[in-house]
């Protein structure tokens, strides 16, 4: 497993390499099933529902409601009511109970009729009996004799963050009229009260609001459903759509990689010093294209033939780096003394720190000398990063 632009990438492997690993520990991806596994075990998400919504209605036709004090309404119907939400017809039908934290946005359509003239009603809503601050519905029953006297006064306040156990009701009010003595009265069979859950307290339990199922199965076999998975570690989620949910880590000095290339061929460099030349083998290749951008230790090593002239002062050796153009040589080269080692084979390495590539460079080796051309009969390299 590695990483490449801070997106994860997984081992591909087919269910018989898979059946073959006396360890199944880590994650990756069986190419025969196409499923992404943990530990033998398969990783699925599921998918994802309607926002859960309750929805009340009341049978009460009877209740009159004054300018003096508001009035609690009741509900005893419950048309619609999906997990989350707790009520009942019995005993606190003015309450709708939230059973997690999160962001609800509720509503009510009150019907109200009057026989006087001029009646305005006013309703709030009420979170554990504390009245919000401001009305958030307003109705008007101008009945001359010829208009209706019924009228809907609409409640939709912007949405509002809950508790779990915390409950909302709806209350309403004469707020003014051409006599102290006009009254309206409910319409319950017409009227309704409803409440949607928008998302967990801080968006993170998925689409429904309540928490997708994942369910993890190991050889077909199922371990049970759950509703979280825990990633230790830098991660970061993204939801593409479409049931599709990208991790993203980028790590944290924790995760090791490292790329090597050998040959053993070998070549001819004739390179003045001070102008290295890249080590070409007479056949194969002796370089490493990188796969993970990150900041990376080289290590170089060349193993030099027995006809470089004794009067060759000294070697030199440093990394080369193609970033599509042809590799070009970099900078503090290794430098060592030949003096008196004419036909003696010996080599010379050299490491490198903090250097910087991106996916796709070449990493190469160069050479030069003090004297004629140098025969090398193989050489190496090595990279290493941590990410």
């Given at each position: 497993?590695?990483?490449?632009?801070?997106?994860?990438?997984?081992v591909?492997?087919?269910?018989?390499?898979?059946?073959?690993?006396?360890?199944?520990?880590?994650?990756y991806?069986?190419?025969?099933?196409g499923?992404i596994?943990?530990?033998?075990?398969?990783?699925?998400?599921?998918?994802?529902?309607?926002?859960?919504?309750?929805?009340?209605?009341?049978?009460?036709?009877?209740?009159?409601?004054?300018?003096?004090?508001?009035?609690?309404?009741?509900?005893?119907?419950?048309t619609?009511?999906?997990?989350?939400?707790?009520?009942?017809?019995?005993?606190?039908t003015?309450?709708?109970?939230?059973?997690?934290?999160?962001?609800?946005?509720?509503?009510?359509?009150?019907?109200?009729?009057?026989s006087?003239?001029?009646?305005?009603?006013?309703?709030?809503?009420?979170?554990?009996?504390?009245?919000?601050?401001?009305?958030?519905?307003?109705?008007?029953?101008?009945?001359?004799?010829?208009?209706?006297?019924?009228?809907t006064?609409?409640?939709n306040?912007?949405?509002?963050?809950?508790?779990?156990?915390?409950?909302?009701e709806?209350?309403?009010?004469?707020?003014?009229?051409?006599?102290?003595?006009?009254?309206?009265?409910?319409?319950?069979d017409?009227?309704t009260?409803?409440?949607?859950?928008?998302?967990?307290?801080?968006?993170?339990?998925?689409?429904?609001?309540?928490?997708?199922?994942?369910?993890?199965?190991e050889?077909?076999?199922?371990?049970?459903?759950?509703?979280?998975?825990?990633?230790?570690?830098?991660?970061?989620?993204?939801?593409?759509?479409?049931?599709?949910?990208?991790?993203?880590?980028s790590?944290?000095g924790?995760?090791?990689?490292?790329?090597?290339s050998?040959?053993?061929?070998?070549?001819?460099?004739?390179?003045?010093?001070?102008?290295?030349?890249?080590?070409?083998?007479?056949?194969?290749?002796?370089?490493?294209?990188?796969?993970?951008?990150?900041?990376?230790?080289?290590?170089?090593?060349?193993?030099?033939?027995t006809?470089?002239n004794?009067?060759?002062?000294?070697?030199?050796?440093?990394?080369?780096?193609?970033?599509?153009?042809?590799?070009?040589?970099?900078?503090?080269p290794?430098?060592?003394?030949?003096?008196?080692?004419k036909?003696?084979?010996?080599?010379?390495?050299?490491?490198?720190?903090?250097?910087?590539?991106?996916?796709?460079?070449?990493?190469?080796?160069?050479?030069?000398?003090?004297?004629?051309?140098?025969?090398?009969?193989?050489?190496?390299?090595?990279?290493?990063?941590?990410?």
């Open positions: 497993m590695s990483e490449q632009g801070d997106i994860l990438k997984l591909d492997l087919n269910q018989t390499e898979i059946n073959a690993l006396s360890d199944k520990e880590g994650l991806n069986n190419t025969t099933t499923n596994e943990y530990n033998g075990s398969i990783i699925t998400g599921g998918a994802a529902g309607p926002l859960p919504i309750i929805v009340l209605k009341s049978t009460d036709t009877t209740t009159t409601v004054a300018q003096a004090s508001p009035t609690i309404l009741n509900w005893d119907v419950e619609e009511k999906d997990s989350g939400f707790t009520h009942s017809i019995s005993s606190n003015s309450r709708i109970e939230v059973d997690e934290d999160g962001t609800y946005l509720l509503g009510a359509n009150i019907r109200m009729e009057a006087g003239q001029r009646v305005q009603f006013v309703t709030k809503y009420l979170i554990d009996g504390v009245v919000q601050d401001l009305p958030t519905g307003s109705s008007y029953i101008r009945n001359s004799g010829t208009s209706s006297d019924f009228w006064c609409i409640l306040p912007p949405p509002v963050k809950l508790n779990a156990g915390q409950y909302i709806v209350q309403i009010q004469v707020e003014s009229q051409t006599t102290s003595a006009l009254t309206g009265t409910f319409v319950g017409e009227s009260f409803s409440v949607v859950k928008l998302q967990g307290a801080k968006g993170d339990k998925g689409d429904t609001g309540s928490g997708s199922t994942i369910t993890i199965e050889n077909d076999t199922s371990l049970g459903s759950f509703n979280t998975i825990n990633i230790e570690g830098n991660a970061t989620l993204t939801d593409e759509g479409g049931g599709k949910l990208t991790i993203s880590v790590g944290g924790d995760t090791y990689y490292s790329q090597k050998t040959n053993t061929n070998g070549g001819t460099v004739n390179a003045a010093f001070g102008t290295p030349l890249e080590c070409v083998p007479s056949s194969g290749v002796l370089e490493i294209t990188v796969a993970e951008t990150g900041s990376y230790i080289i290590f170089g090593r060349v193993n030099i033939g006809d470089l004794k009067d060759n002062g000294a070697i030199e050796l440093i990394y080369g780096i193609d970033t599509g153009s042809g590799a070009v040589a970099g900078p503090t290794y430098t060592q003394q030949q003096q008196g080692k036909n003696k084979a010996n080599g010379i390495s050299g490491t490198w720190g903090g250097v910087n590539l991106t996916a796709g460079d070449k990493v190469h080796l160069f050479i030069s000398t003090l004297g004629d051309s140098t025969t090398w009969t193989g050489g190496e390299i090595f990279i290493a990063t941590w990410k």
